[in-house]
C-alpha cells in the first residue's frame, strides 16, 4: 500500500512562498505519476499540477502562470511543489496524489495524502 506523507504547509505572507513536500513509501517512486490538489474553504477540491513518472508536466489554473511549480528526483523522494507570489486566494489544503493515471482529475490517481495546510496573508 502506498502511503503518502505532506509537509512544508504554513502561514505566509500575501507575496510570499513555501515549497511543499510529499513522500511516498510504499512502491517504487518512480513508477508513480505525482501530483497536487488543493481544496479551499467551501470549494470543491481542484487540480493544481502534476508530474507524470518520466517528468512530464500536466499543469492547472495557478501553476499555468508560473507561479507553482512541481519537480521530481527519481533517485531521490519526495515530490516538491514550490509556490511563489501567494495571494490569499491560494489559500487551501493542498493534497498530494499518487497513481498509475496521470490526468487533471482526481479519479486518475489512487493514494492520496492526508493534506497540508496553507494560508496565506494578506
Known amino acids: 500500500q502506498v502511503q503518502l506523507v505532506e509537509s512544508g504547509g504554513g502561514l505566509v505572507q500575501a507575496g510570499g512562498s513555501l515549497r511543499l513536500s510529499c513522500a511516498a513509501s510504499g512502491r517504487t517512486f518512480s513508477s508513480l505519476n505525482m501530483a497536487w490538489f488543493r481544496q479551499a474553504p467551501g470549494k470543491e477540491r481542484e487540480f493544481v499540477v502534476g508530474i507524470s513518472r518520466i517528468g512530464g508536466r500536466l499543469h492547472g489554473g495557478d501553476s499555468m502562470s508560473g507561479r507553482f511549480a512541481i519537480s521530481r528526483d527519481n533517485t531521490k523522494n519526495p515530490v516538491y511543489l514550490q509556490l511563489n507570489s501567494l495571494k490569499s486566494e491560494a489559500t487551501a489544503v493542498y493534497y498530494c ?24 496573508s494578506s
Do not use: C
Open 97 to 120: 496524489a499518487a497513481g498509475d493515471g496521470f490526468a487533471a482529475r482526481e479519479l486518475s490517481y489512487n493514494y492520496w495524502g492526508q493534506g497540508t495546510q496553507v494560508t496565506v
